[in-house]
């Protein structure tokens, strides 16, 4: 016979106020005040962080191609150009005597410059590839050596005096140094735009939501603490590691959407115990057994899926982990330490400024049975239709999702940026205008003592391959010596990645390492292959033993894993469809590549199925609480959604705006990463939430709160639940309603109680 977790019961004795409650309401003014003086030294703190953040960090430090770029850039620094000058000459040839003078002194004075190296040009080489196949256009490449804040500072003193018009030339500045310093100007600038198209409709929403003005005003409070106390730690950790740019936009989107996701439920549970006749004190007390402790689970179930981008070595993902597992627990640390503390001097004010009677002709308050009722039809036709929802929102759900089934990666390049950047122009008209593709090509490193004749082997090898269009060197110094090889094609396209794995297999008597554009893309899939099952399996055992230690149920962190990996198809189905494929590049404004960068899916999965757990865990907190007290399954899936659906949804539609509002951004991954993870969010609140879990928790019946009678024990003695719960059997034959179980106080504190 199937066992089923014994629903218990709190009984009717009134909330008692525990230690956590009276430590956070102690000295409420003490506390609040103590909050702005850190809030004041975290602005302080975390002031230019933005100009301390790099834009790169796509390839893998370990990778063979990182080891030969070092090296290169070390023993050889003129074999890696990373600035562009592109010359045109009008309607006048190249070639043309004074365009030619003019271009020299161009190329003289570039080469005077501090912190400038290595520079060339057609003009000095005549090289073909350095001259556009019409003869109007030609390169001037250089290096500019230091780190990306160091060369961002020399681009800036320099550029100034070569970019525009020199008699009949007229230059343009690209390179991938340019590419990296206008794309960190840009976030910059559309980070600070989307906190101002998002804030307002935030308030609004809100208003929307609670109807007063004061109550509206707490969630963006505790939001605005959550972001400013994040940048003082992206400061803070900009000290000892590399910190990615995008970073920022992650921390303006989970500090505004995730605080005020807890300060949504905290201050709606709060305003519920206060409509029952409750004082303040004890409506925080009871709050923060319920609400509270479901916060906390949440902001642990994010927090694991953001740091599994630790395992991965591109520090472009361990930003992410670093920002996001940051304003995660100061979002959970602020709602459950400053609102409790507000909520108390407020009390029964947190109701004033009731905006919404301004609208409504009958003012009167509505009633306590009409609330949520909607919600409660529609799991009451959900559950009675289940096999029909269960089955027509999955077929829906994978359809959606089957377009990344062609997912092609690549790296991210010029394209990320607007087509009206400068950076951007530059490398376009390289790519159309010139032979070969010039940067895209690979290099070779040789270590080791060689002889000429040893040498002209190799190059003739690497000729003989049919991906190649030509190989150039080797240039010698010492021990070593590099090879520039151009592929036919396009810089990372398939037969790119197949030719660098080509040129590692040529057996040489001497050390070789390959590097470029495709070697990079090559060894970064290598790296994420390597380690994603590592972090999905991290993200899935500890989400299982989180959502067991809420429910005690081992069928139930099953179907959360599940269905929270189903929620997020439809956004890896439009990544592709639009992204990749180019569909909505007018209306998007955003210039298709034919891929997607490699890290990105990583990203968008880690960060929605966090958001995705954030609101299972409110779902599936107020189903078991309801459970507990009554032990009727049916009733407590309805009760559950009449009580979370309008909440989830509204908070699921505040993060998206904050999201679509990141998604207006001008670099294209930004924008694939804000409006991905909206659709993501609103689905699993809108279909998944909403749809498929009552129908599922409908078909699996009293099952679903089943567990071996060790795991049983276990957790009665860890989990998180506000009552102990008897081992008495139910009735024989219960089917719907179990009889509830005596239980006495659970001695541990209020955070600890569902």
């Not at 139930?556 to 990996?565: D, E, H, K």
């Given at each position: 016979?199937?066992?089923?977790?014994?629903?218990?019961?709190?009984?009717?004795?009134?909330?008692r106020?525990?230690?956590?409650?009276?430590?956070?309401?102690?000295r409420?003014?003490?506390?609040?005040?103590?909050?702005?003086?850190?809030?004041?030294?975290?602005?302080?703190?975390?002031?230019?962080?933005?100009d301390?953040?790099?834009?790169?960090?796509?390839?893998?430090?370990?990778?063979?191609?990182?080891?030969?770029?070092?090296?290169?850039?070390?023993?050889f620094?003129?074999?890696?150009?990373?600035l562009?000058?592109?010359v045109?000459?009008?309607?006048?040839?190249?070639?043309?005597?004074?365009?030619?003078?003019?271009?020299?002194?161009?190329?003289?004075?570039?080469?005077?410059?501090?912190?400038?190296?290595?520079?060339?040009?057609?003009?000095?080489?005549?090289?073909?590839?350095?001259?556009?196949?019409?003869?109007?256009?030609?390169l001037?490449?250089?290096?500019?050596?230091g780190?990306?804040?160091?060369?961002?500072?020399?681009?800036?003193?320099?550029?100034?005096?070569?970019?525009?018009?020199?008699?009949?030339?007229?230059?343009?500045?690209?390179g991938?140094?340019?590419?990296?310093?206008?794309?960190?100007?840009?976030?910059?600038?559309?980070?600070?735009?989307?906190?101002?198209?998002?804030?307002?409709?935030?308030?609004?929403l809100?208003?929307?939501?609670?109807?007063?003005a004061?109550?509206?005003?707490l969630?963006?409070?505790?939001?605005?603490?959550?972001?400013?106390?994040?940048?003082?730690?992206l400061?803070?950790?900009?000290?000892?590691?590399?910190?990615?740019?995008?970073?920022?936009?992650?921390?303006?989107?989970?500090?505004?959407g995730?605080?005020?996701?807890?300060?949504?439920?905290?201050?709606?549970?709060?305003?519920?115990e206060l409509?029952?006749?409750?004082?303040?004190?004890?409506?925080?007390?009871?709050?923060?057994?319920?609400?509270?402790?479901?916060?906390?689970?949440?902001?642990?179930?994010?927090?694991?899926?953001?740091?599994?981008?630790?395992?991965?070595?591109?520090y472009?993902?361990?930003?992410?982990?670093?920002?996001?597992?940051?304003?995660?627990?100061?979002?959970?640390?602020?709602?459950?330490?400053?609102?409790?503390?507000?909520?108390v001097l407020?009390?029964?004010?947190v109701?004033?400024?009731?905006?919404?009677?301004?609208?409504?002709?009958?003012r009167?308050?509505?009633?306590?049975?009409e609330?949520?009722?909607?919600?409660?039809?529609?799991?009451?036709l959900?559950?009675?239709?289940?096999?029909?929802?269960?089955?027509?929102?999955?077929?829906?759900?994978?359809?959606?999702?089957?377009?990344?089934?062609?997912?092609?990666?690549?790296?991210?390049?010029?394209?990320?940026?607007?087509?009206?950047?400068?950076?951007?122009?530059?490398q376009?008209?390289?790519?159309?205008?010139?032979?070969?593709?010039?940067?895209?090509?690979?290099?070779?490193?040789?270590?080791?003592?060689?002889?000429?004749?040893?040498?002209?082997?190799?190059?003739r090898?690497?000729?003989?391959?049919?991906?190649?269009?030509?190989?150039?060197?080797?240039?010698?110094?010492?021990?070593?010596?590099?090879?520039?090889?151009?592929?036919?094609?396009?810089?990372?396209d398939?037969?790119?990645?197949?030719?660098?794995?080509?040129?590692?297999?040529i057996?040489?008597?001497?050390?070789?390492?390959?590097?470029?554009?495709?070697?990079?893309?090559?060894?970064?899939?290598?790296?994420?292959?390597e380690?994603?099952?590592?972090?999905?399996?991290?993200?899935?055992?500890?989400?299982?033993?989180?959502?067991?230690?809420?429910?005690?149920?081992?069928l139930?962190?099953?179907?959360?894993?599940?269905?929270?990996?189903l929620?997020?198809?439809?956004?890896?189905?439009?990544?592709?469809?639009?992204?990749?494929?180019?569909?909505?590049?007018?209306?998007l404004?955003?210039?298709?590549?034919?891929?997607?960068?490699?890290?990105?899916?990583?990203?968008?999965?880690?960060?929605?199925?966090?958001?995705?757990?954030?609101?299972?865990?409110?779902?599936?907190?107020?189903?078991?609480?309801?459970?507990?007290?009554?032990?009727?399954?049916?009733?407590?899936?309805?009760?559950?959604?009449?009580?979370?659906?309008?909440?989830?949804?509204?908070a699921?539609?505040?993060?998206?705006?904050?999201?679509?509002?990141?998604g207006?951004?001008?670099?294209?991954?930004?924008?694939?990463?804000?409006?991905?993870?909206?659709?993501?969010?609103?689905?699993?609140?809108?279909?998944?939430?909403?749809?498929?879990?009552?129908?599922?928790?409908?078909?699996?019946?009293?099952?679903?709160?089943?567990?071996?009678?060790?795991?049983?024990?276990?957790?009665?003695?860890?989990?998180?639940?506000?009552?102990?719960?008897?081992?008495?059997?139910?009735?024989e034959g219960?089917?719907?309603?179990?009889?509830?179980?005596?239980?006495?106080?659970?001695p541990?504190?209020?955070?600890?109680?569902?």
């Open positions: 016979m199937t066992e089923v977790n014994k629903p218990t019961r709190t009984g009717d004795a009134p909330p106020v525990g230690g956590w409650t009276r430590f956070v309401t102690a409420p003014r003490l506390s609040l005040l103590a909050a702005l003086v850190l809030t004041v030294l975290a602005v302080l703190a975390g002031s230019g962080v933005a301390r953040l790099g834009s790169g960090g796509w390839e893998d430090p370990a990778a063979e191609s990182t080891y030969a770029t070092k090296a290169l850039e070390r023993e620094p003129d074999s890696q150009p990373n562009l000058l592109l045109d000459a009008g309607g006048s040839s190249v070639d043309d005597p004074a365009v030619a003078a003019r271009a020299r002194d161009l190329a003289t004075r570039l080469a005077g410059e501090r912190g400038v190296t290595g520079v060339g040009s057609y003009w000095r080489t005549e090289s073909p590839a350095l001259r556009a196949e019409d003869g109007h256009e030609a001037i490449a250089a290096r500019i050596t780190d990306e804040k160091a060369m961002g500072q020399t681009l800036d003193r320099i550029a100034p005096h070569y970019r525009g018009t020199h008699g009949p030339l007229e230059v343009r500045i690209g991938m140094v340019a590419v990296r310093h206008e794309m960190q100007t840009i976030i910059q600038d559309d980070l600070a735009r989307a906190e101002l198209i998002a804030l307002p409709i935030t308030l609004v809100l208003v929307m939501v609670f109807g007063s004061i109550a509206a005003l969630p963006l409070g505790i939001g605005i603490v959550a972001i400013l106390g994040t940048n003082a730690v400061r803070g950790l900009t000290e000892m590691t590399d910190v990615s740019v995008f970073a920022m936009n992650l921390t303006t989107a989970l500090g505004l995730l605080a005020i996701d807890y300060a949504l439920f905290i201050v709606r549970r709060f305003r519920e409509s029952t006749g409750g004082t303040p004190l004890t409506a925080v007390g009871t709050t923060l057994r319920t609400a509270g402790r479901t916060v906390l689970f949440s902001a642990l179930t994010v927090a694991v899926s953001l740091a599994a981008m630790l395992l991965f070595p591109q472009f993902l361990r930003s992410f982990a670093y920002a996001g597992i940051a304003v995660v627990l100061l979002a959970a640390a602020a709602a459950l330490i400053l609102l409790p503390a507000a909520l407020l009390g029964h004010r109701n004033s400024l009731d905006l919404r009677r301004l609208f409504r002709r009958n009167g308050p509505r009633p306590t049975g609330e949520g009722a909607t919600w409660a039809r529609t799991a009451g959900v559950m009675r239709r289940a096999p029909i929802f269960a089955i027509g929102t999955t077929a829906l759900l994978v359809i959606l999702g089957l377009p990344f089934l062609g997912v092609k990666f690549g790296t991210a390049d010029d394209r990320q940026l607007p087509s009206s950047a400068e950076s951007h122009v530059v376009q008209h390289i790519r159309e205008g010139f032979p070969g593709s010039p940067g895209g090509g690979l290099e070779v490193l040789a270590e080791g003592r060689a002889t000429q004749a040893q040498y002209a082997d190799y190059r090898q690497v000729a003989d391959l049919p991906e190649v269009a030509r190989v150039d060197g080797p240039l010698v110094k010492g021990d070593s010596a590099y090879f520039t090889v151009q592929p036919k094609g396009e810089a990372v398939d037969a790119a990645q197949d030719l660098v794995r080509d040129l590692r297999a057996p040489t008597p001497f050390d070789t390492a390959v590097t470029g554009t495709a070697a990079v893309l090559v060894d970064s899939k290598h790296a994420i292959a380690r994603l099952p590592w972090a999905a399996a991290f993200i899935v055992i500890v989400t299982l033993l989180l959502v067991f230690l809420l429910t005690g149920s081992v139930i962190p099953v179907q959360a894993v599940v269905l929270n990996a929620s997020l198809t439809a956004m890896f189905g439009a990544v592709v469809w639009v992204f990749q494929d180019g569909h909505l590049s007018g209306p404004s955003f210039t298709g590549t034919g891929s997607i960068e490699t890290t990105l899916p990583v990203l968008m999965f880690c960060v929605a199925f966090g958001l995705s757990m954030d609101y299972g865990v409110f779902l599936l907190s107020r189903i078991k609480e309801e459970y507990d007290r009554t032990g009727d399954h049916n009733e407590a899936v309805r009760h559950g959604l009449q009580r979370t659906g309008g909440l989830i949804t509204a699921a539609v505040i993060l998206a705006v904050v999201m679509v509002a990141i207006t951004s001008r670099v294209t991954n930004t924008k694939m990463l804000g409006l991905g993870i909206a659709l993501a969010v609103l689905m699993d609140a809108m279909v998944v939430r909403s749809l498929l879990v009552p129908a599922i928790m409908r078909l699996t019946g009293r099952a679903t709160w089943w567990a071996p009678a060790p795991l049983r024990r276990f957790h009665n003695r860890f989990g998180l639940t506000e009552t102990t719960p008897t081992q008495a059997k139910p009735p219960a089917r719907g309603t179990e009889r509830p179980a005596t239980t006495h106080p659970h541990t504190d209020d955070l600890a109680a569902p």
